[in-house]
């Protein structure tokens, strides 16, 4: 009997320790659920929180990338229109040099031609000159000499009356196909000593391609009265009319 009684006891505070220990963890597991739902609650505000911070980082990344882009165009477009403007002013120097060089090669040329002209006028004028020295009799040339020393002497010094001379001339070379006679050499002193206004040597030269007439030097001034000048006057009027 003490027996079956005590075993009841024992069951009686056996079943009171289970019943409080599932109470006990009743109420844990209670805890630990509140617990982890507050952590979860906390966690998926927290995960929310980073969401939207991840989404306005998303939003400033768009706008950065957005901005980076329109000014990477800017600059762009800028670094064209300075290349398009650069190679507009290269193009227009080229052009504006090119041109020069045409000009300037033009001008080359035109010289280049003016002066072949001249040589080929000086040599023809040369050769007229050396025709007619050797192809005309000797009386001839002599005698238009003379006919052209008197007109010179008579007509040919107003020119020299208009021009301011030197001061201190005190020689005049005189350069003549044939020599002067006497009566040309006084007439040329005295027309020339009019003009000079005082008394002067003269020194003569002959010169057969001259032609026919003379060259008067008094100092730096030269007056070529020389049919060889004048054939060399008659060639560039000629010429000056055909380039008219």
Request: with cysteine; proline share 1%; hydrophobic share 40%.
């Amino acid at each position: 009997m003490l027996i079956f009684s005590l075993a009841f006891l024992q069951a009686i505070i056996f079943v009171g320790m289970i019943l409080m220990l599932r109470r006990i963890m009743n109420k844990n597991v209670i805890s630990a659920t509140r617990h982890l739902d507050e952590l979860s609650q906390e966690y998926a505000k927290k995960e929310q929180e980073l969401n939207r911070q991840l989404q306005e980082a998303n939003q400033k990344s768009q706008e950065l990338l957005k901005q980076a882009q329109e000014e990477a165009q800017k600059l762009k477009d800028k670094i064209i229109k300075e290349a398009q403007d650069e190679k507009e002013n290269i193009i227009k120097q080229a052009r504006a040099q090119s041109e020069e060089i045409i000009q300037q090669a033009d001008k080359s040329r035109q010289a280049l031609l003016r002066e072949i002209e001249e040589r080929i006028t000086k040599t023809a004028v040369d050769k007229a000159c050396e025709l007619i020295q050797y192809t005309l009799p000797e009386q001839f040339k002599r005698d238009a000499h003379d006919q052209w020393v008197e007109e010179l002497i008579e007509h040919g010094f107003g020119q020299i009356e208009r021009l301011h001379l030197p001061q201190d001339i005190s020689e005049i070379k005189i350069t003549s196909a044939f020599a002067l006679n006497e009566q040309q050499r006084k007439l040329l002193s005295k027309k020339i000593g009019d003009v000079l206004g005082r008394e002067f040597t003269i020194k003569e030269e002959i010169e057969p391609k001259v032609v026919a007439g003379l060259v008067i030097h008094i100092g730096s001034l030269v007056l070529d009265g020389s049919l060889r000048n004048k054939i060399q006057q008659q060639a560039k009027t000629l010429k000056t009319q055909n380039n008219e």
